[in-house]
């Protein structure tokens, strides 16, 4: 049986900080990346938020920057507490502790249900929205046997794979990831299963607004927070173009342990999965080959995973040093082309230190002129 944390490692965030974690998360040009590098530049999200104008103007932004107001964040969560919500913010003792290890966190989730199931860990289980009756079958003997052996299951909450294992895992704790606003359950033939989930041993979870309707470039951030939270990724039924195998495309980028359940190479279902076992994903037959594979791993977790920490208290506004000058600046973006490079080999070729590379990066990155990519990686932004 995987080990159950006992601690609950984090901090709290204060009121006043929450609120303005959710305006800098919510502003214009600021991801998950981005957000934890103005914190740890800034000290806290007061000082980034007061910074944003500066550095949105110094990395050649036409237009000035939206920030989210304190009466947005406010009103959010008012919305959240409404409905049975809250917000985790990364260095709290509630996030999933497996997702706070992923380069890209999500610096603040919104979370309804029972907070303790973040206590377990988990395997994502995920697959075609349009099942066999064979395919729903394994998957709920899947998710059943898991949940026995002491595991969660975290899956989207969509039709066919997703639903049978949230439903087989309903007595002994799920994860929704979702992709729309909380309040937004897709498909919305799911929103009974939702509650059930909320109302029991399990959470629903989403990075994005109260009322946001989902959208098709919404699920491959939803099947991130899926690959991030899981130890690993059992993938039943995908076809060759499936989201499942983006889940599983991600989960080998994490670290993680890909599974896959062989099908029938006549089924169009099957493609995608056995596409997986040809990239060496494990066979997957039976719960055994995953609690097998699984026993090494369960309640390992990484000794220093990337955090957005705020110091306790209100904290004072991080002793800064000067900016880059406009000839350090230019350096930096001549440096820059559409070719994706490390940061590492920026410092090296410019000459220049780190904190100043780093802070003209982000002065690029809220003027929309930087592009992140996996591994952090940075390019700059072409324009016409």
């Known amino acids: 049986m995987p080990e159950r944390s006992a601690r609950r490692n984090g901090i709290a965030l204060t009121e006043r900080q929450r609120i303005a974690w959710l305006r800098l998360i919510r502003s214009d040009n600021v991801g998950p990346a981005t957000f934890r590098d103005l914190i740890n530049h800034f000290g806290n999200a007061e000082a980034a938020l007061a910074a944003l104008p500066e550095l949105s103007r110094r990395g050649g932004s036409a237009r000035p920057i939206r920030i989210a107001s304190e009466a947005d964040a406010v009103r959010e969560l008012e919305t959240a507490r409404r409905l049975g919500a809250t917000f985790i913010g990364i260095g709290e003792p509630d996030y999933p502790p497996a997702l706070r290890q992923i380069d890209g966190a999500p610096p603040l989730l919104a979370a309804r249900g029972d907070l303790s199931a973040t206590r377990l860990a988990y395997v994502g289980i995920v697959g075609s929205r349009n099942a066999s009756i064979a395919g729903v ?63 029991g041993r399990g959470l629903a979870i989403s990075e994005m607004p109260f009322g946001w309707e989902a959208r098709a470039r919404d699920f491959p951030r939803r099947n991130r927070l899926i690959a991030g939270a899981a130890l690993g990724a059992v993938v039943i039924e995908a076809a060759s173009r499936s989201g499942s195998l983006i889940t599983a495309r991600l989960a080998g980028e994490f670290g993680r342990l890909v599974f896959a359940v062989p099908g029938s190479p006549l089924d169009p279902r099957c493609h995608g999965t056995n596409g997986l076992l040809k990239d060496g994903a494990i066979v997957t037959t039976g719960p055994e080959d995953i609690l097998q594979a699984l026993a090494p791993i369960a309640g390992v977790e990484n000794a220093t995973p990337p955090r957005a920490d705020e110091p306790e208290g209100d904290g004072e506004e991080k002793a800064l040093q000067p900016p880059p000058t406009e000839n350090e600046r230019t350096r930096i973006i001549d440096a820059l082309g559409p070719t994706p490079v490390e940061i590492d080999d920026i410092i090296r070729h410019t000459g220049l230190s780190a904190s100043s590379v780093y802070l003209v990066l982000l002065e690029l990155d809220i003027a929309g002129r930087l592009h992140r990519h996996a591994g952090g990686l940075v390019s700059l932004a072409m324009t016409d």
């Open 137 to 199: 079958k394994f998957a709920s003997l899947i998710a059943r046997e898991l949940g026995r052996a002491g595991y969660g299951i975290i899956s989207g909450l969509a039709r066919g794979i997703d639903t049978a294992a949230h439903r087989a895992s309903l007595d002994t704790g799920t994860i929704a990831a979702m992709a729309g606003g909380l309040d937004r359950p897709y498909p919305p033939e799911n929103a009974a299963l939702l509650d059930e989930i909320c109302n």
